[in-house]
């Protein structure tokens, strides 16, 4: 069973940064397909990002082009999401998520494509 674990979340002012991890130690997420994803109070989970596991394609949601940046680091067996240019509407818990198969720009954004999720940590964004 591969496990997630996130870590970076936390309080920051708009037009900060933070970078957000997502690591595993069992199996190595080179092989996988990484999603994060997003939840806000009243809102549906929504895609933020995604690389893909067969050519390290990007992919990102519209509201975060520019602003977010995914990439791994396969020493580290961790992928990171830095966040710039943070804004209040980035609040939310970010989820990562993973699955063995390659994603598309059709495919990516959709939850239920992913078999492993990690527990979340909570990103704020306030002044």
């Known amino acids: 069973q591969l496990e997630l674990v996130e870590s970076g979340g936390g309080l920051v002012q708009p037009g900060g940064s933070l970078r957000l991890s997502c690591a595993a130690s069992?199996?190595?997420?080179?092989?996988?397909?990484i999603g994060w994803f997003r939840q806000a109070p009243g809102k549906e989970r929504e895609g933020v990002s995604c690389?893909?596991?067969?050519?390290?394609?990007?992919y990102y949601a519209d509201s975060v082009k520019g602003r977010f940046t995914i990439s791994r680091d396969n020493a580290k067996n961790t992928v990171y999401l830095q966040m710039n240019s943070l804004k209040p509407e980035d609040t939310a818990v970010y989820y990562c998520?993973?699955?063995?198969?390659?994603?598309?720009?059709?495919?990516?954004?959709?939850?239920?494509?992913?078999?492993?999720w990690g527990q979340g940590t909570q990103v704020t964004v306030s002044s």
């Open positions: 998520a993973a699955d063995i198969w390659a994603k598309y720009g059709s495919t990516w954004h959709t939850d239920r494509q992913y078999d492993y």
């Open positions: 069992e199996f190595t997420l080179d092989n996988f397909s």
């Open positions: 690389i893909s596991s067969s050519d390290g394609r990007t």
